[in-house]
C-alpha cells in the first residue's frame, strides 16, 4: 500500500534502529496523523495507514530480515494486513502493546469500542503469474503468517479457561478521565477494553489469546486476469475473537512482463522485424504467440510501422469473453553493412528509380524544392 517503499523513512528512524526505537517512532507517528486529529485529511489518514504497514514489517524479525534483503519483493507471499481497507480505528487495538490502550481520541469524535466480539482483520499478499499463466489460468500456493485463537485456551487467555471482571473499569472496558465539559474516555488500559482479566495466563499464549500460525493457502488463478486484481479469499485472513468471523484473504495479482508482448487489455502487441527485401517482395514469416508460433504473411509493399492482426490468438477476459488479438507492428530494418555485391545490387536498383517507383519521396522532393523556391524568391523580395 505504502507509495513509499523506504518504511524505515515512514517511520523516521535509521535502518539499524533497536525494536524500541521502532515502537516509539510508530506510536509517534500514528499519533501524529491519525484522522481523529486530522478531521477530512485524506492524506494524513493514508500516511497513518502507511506508518501502520512500515510497523507491522519492522516490528516482525521475520518480515524485517527479507525486507532488509530483498526491500517490498522480499515480502511477497509473506501476508501483510490489507491496510487500505482496514478502519482506522481499529489500527489502535492491533498495536495495543505499543500504546497501552486503545483510542487514543475515543472521547472527541472517535468512535467507541464495538459491542459483542471483534472479527479478524484482512490479509493482503502477491501472486506472481506470467502471460501465458494470464491466457490459461493457474493454480498458486502461498504460505501467510496469520493469527490463530490460541487451542489451549480456547482464546480465553487462561490456563483454566476463567476469567473475572477487571477492577479497573468495573467489566465496562472503558474508563474516563476528567470532568466537567470535557472527559476523555478510553480503552481501559488494565484489560485493554475487553472487560475482563485472567489471574492465571496460558503458557502457551502468555494470555494474549492468539497465536501466529504459517499456513498454505491454494490460489486459484482464472483466465483473463488484470495486473493488480484483488482475488478475494473470505475467511482466510486472522481469526477473530471467540464467536466472531475471520478476516479475509486479498491475493493481488502481478503481471510479469513478456520478453515480447505488451498488454492492452485483451489485445497483445508485437513487434516484429522484417528485412527491406522482405517488406519490398512480400515474405511468409513466423509470429510468436503465448502458445508457440504462428505463420504470417508479409505483404509486398509493406512499409515500416503497418499493423498486422491475428484474430483471437490474444488474452480472454475473466468474464470469459473471446479472445482479443495479436498486433503485429512490423518495423523495417535497414542494413547497417552490405557486401559489395549487395551494394552494387542497390546501386543498381537505385539507377532504375524513376517518377511514380517511389511516390511518397517523389512527393517529398517535390514539396522540397518547392519549399526552397519559395524562401529564395522571399529573400529577392526582401532585398
Not at 502468555?206 to 490460489?219: A, E, K, L, P, Y
Request: hydrophobic letters at 30%; aromatic letters at 8%.
Amino acid at each position: 500500500m505504502a507509495e513509499n517503499d523506504d518504511y524505515y523513512a515512514i517511520l523516521g528512524v535509521a535502518r539499524d534502529a533497536s525494536p524500541e526505537d521502532i515502537k516509539k517512532a510508530y506510536r509517534r507517528c500514528a499519533i501524529q496523523f491519525h484522522p481523529d486529529r486530522n478531521p477530512g485529511d485524506a492524506q494524513a489518514e493514508a500516511h497513518f495507514k502507511e506508518c501502520a504497514e512500515a510497523y507491522e514489517v519492522l516490528s516482525d524479525p521475520d518480515k524485517r530480515a527479507r525486507y532488509d534483503q530483498f526491500g517490498k519483493a522480499g515480502l511477497r507471499g509473506a501476508a501483510v494486513h490489507d491496510w487500505a481497507h482496514t478502519d482506522v480505528h481499529d489500527i489502535f487495538s492491533m498495536f495495543e502493546e505499543v500504546f497501552g490502550f486503545g483510542d487514543l481520541f475515543g472521547g472527541f469524535g472517535g468512535r467507541r469500542r464495538r459491542g459483542g466480539p471483534q472479527p479478524g482483520q484482512s490479509l493482503r499478499c502477491f501472486i506472481d503469474v506470467t502471460l501465458e499463466e494470464v491466457l490459461a489460468g493457474a493454480e498458486k500456493t502461498v504460505r501467510v503468517a496469520r493469527r490463530e485463537l490460541c487451542e489451549a485456551c480456547g482464546g480465553s487467555g487462561s490456563a483454566s479457561g476463567k476469567t473475572k471482571p477487571c477492577a479497573t473499569c468495573g467489566g465496562r472496558g472503558r474508563v474516563q478521565q476528567g470532568g466537567g465539559f470535557f472527559r476523555l474516555v478510553r480503552d481501559c488500559p488494565h484489560c485493554g477494553g475487553r472487560g475482563t482479566v485472567v489471574s492465571d495466563p496460558c503458557p502457551t499464549c502468555s494470555g494474549n489469546r492468539f497465536v501466529n500460525r504459517h499456513r498454505t493457502i491454494d490460489i486459484t488463478i482464472p483466465p483473463g486476469v488484470e495486473d493488480g486484481q484483488r482475488i478475494r479469499y473470505t475467511g482466510q485472513g486472522d481469526a477473530g475473537e471467540p464467536g466472531a468471523p475471520r478476516g479475509d484473504l486479498f491475493a493481488v495479482v502481478r503481471v510479469a512482463e513478456h520478453a515480447f508482448f505488451e498488454r492492452h487489455g485483451r489485445d497483445l502487441l508485437c513487434q516484429v522485424p522484417v528485412s527491406f527485401t522482405q517488406a519490398a517482395l512480400g515474405a511468409n514469416i513466423d509470429v510468436p504467440t503465448l502458445e508457440g508460433t504462428e505463420p504470417m504473411e508479409v505483404t509486398r509493399g509493406t512499409q515500416s510501422g503497418d499493423l498486422y492482426r491475428l484474430k483471437g490468438m490474444g488474452l480472454p477476459d475473466v468474464h470469459g469473453r473471446r479472445r482479443g488479438d495479436i498486433l503485429v507492428l512490423v518495423l523495417v530494418e535497414i542494413p547497417k553493412k552490405l557486401s559489395r555485391r549487395q551494394e552494387e545490387l542497390l546501386r543498381e536498383f537505385a539507377d532504375t528509380e524513376r517518377k511514380g517507383v517511389l511516390p511518397h519521396r517523389e512527393g517529398f522532393l517535390e514539396r522540397l524544392a518547392n519549399y526552397i523556391r519559395q524562401q529564395t524568391e522571399a529573400k529577392k523580395d526582401d532585398a
